[in-house]
């Protein structure tokens, strides 16, 4: 406050300092459900409790269940965390913290779900012709049956005619089984394939071996 100078007062001047209550921060954090690996962004949105206006700026740390798994910057009442991480199938605690700030104190998120699906999956087996007495390689396709790419990882049964004949790893979505067909008939066989992963729907193909005596 300045105080102008008269005949009969000298100026004079008084500084005095404001200080603004700081406010409670809402913090909302979005849900998340996904697929096998994530890869994903978490997404958080910061209001001041008593105005409803969006918290300017501040560090954001991003928890799950209770453990940080990164930081990302507050902006303008959001803040964004793209996490790419491979998780077991599972439902997890999905929370966000903001530093106490100039004018909001320090502050808590609900507590979100990030829900790990498994992954639903297509298979396929190649149809074999083979002379008996030779060998044959059984061959199974395994995809991602929403994306359509090839599976990584994993494994597939094989069966013949309903016994169990051994499993097979999955690489490039692809299992490869040798068999020898020195005791099976001549004639179609039945071939069935059953795909395990840890991070996957199990699913089942079948196919066919044809066996021929040659003349």
Same mark, same amino acid.
């Given at each position: 406050?300045?105080?102008?100078?008269?005949?009969?007062?000298?100026q004079a001047?008084?500084l005095?300092?404001?200080?603004?209550?700081?406010?409670?921060?809402?913090?909302t954090?979005?849900?998340?459900?996904?697929?096998g690996?994530?890869? +994903? =962004?978490? #997404? /958080? %949105?910061?209001? &001041?409790a008593h105005?409803g206006? !969006?918290?300017?700026s501040g @560090?954001?740390?991003?928890?799950?269940?209770?453990?940080?798994?990164?930081?990302?910057?507050?902006?303008?009442?959001?803040?964004?965390?793209?996490y790419?991480?491979t998780?077991?199938?599972?439902?997890?605690k999905l929370?966000?913290?903001?530093?106490?700030?100039? +004018? =909001?104190? #320090? /502050? %808590?998120?609900? &507590?979100a779900?990030?829900?790990i !699906?498994?992954?639903?999956? @297509?298979?396929?087996?190649?149809?074999k012709?083979?002379?008996?007495?030779?060998?044959?390689?059984?061959?199974?396709?395994?995809?991602?049956?929403?994306t359509g790419?090839y599976?990584t990882?994993?494994r597939?049964l094989f069966?013949?005619d309903g016994?169990?004949?051994?499993?097979?790893?999955v690489?490039?979505?692809k299992?490869?089984?040798?068999?020898?067909t020195?005791?099976?008939?001549?004639g179609?066989?039945s071939?069935?394939?059953?795909?395990?992963?840890?991070?996957?729907?199990m699913?089942?193909?079948?196919?066919?071996?044809?066996?021929?005596?040659?003349?």
């Amino acid at each position: 406050i300045i105080i102008g100078e008269s005949n009969r007062y000298n100026q004079a001047s008084t500084l005095y300092t404001i200080n603004t209550p700081k406010q409670d921060t809402i913090i909302t954090i979005e849900p998340v459900s996904t697929y096998g690996a994530v890869y +994903t =962004t978490f #997404k /958080a %949105t910061f209001k &001041t409790a008593h105005t409803g206006t !969006n918290v300017l700026s501040g @560090k954001v740390a991003f928890k799950l269940n209770g453990n940080t798994i990164g930081r990302a910057d507050l902006i303008n009442g959001k803040a964004n965390f793209i996490y790419n991480a491979t998780l077991p199938v599972s439902k997890y605690k999905l929370t966000a913290v903001v530093g106490e700030t100039q +004018t =909001t104190y #320090k /502050a %808590t998120s609900n &507590t979100a779900t990030l829900t790990i !699906n498994p992954i639903e999956t @297509k298979m396929s087996i190649t149809n074999k012709t083979v002379p008996k007495s030779e060998n044959v390689e059984l061959t199974a396709t395994v995809v991602n049956k929403k994306t359509g790419k090839y599976m990584t990882t994993g494994r597939i049964l094989f069966k013949l005619d309903g016994a169990t004949l051994g499993y097979a790893n999955v690489k490039n979505g692809k299992a490869y089984f040798k068999y020898t067909t020195r005791n099976l008939a001549e004639g179609s066989h039945s071939i069935v394939g059953i795909y395990e992963g840890s991070n996957a729907k199990m699913s089942e193909a079948s196919g066919k071996l044809s066996v021929n005596i040659l003349k």
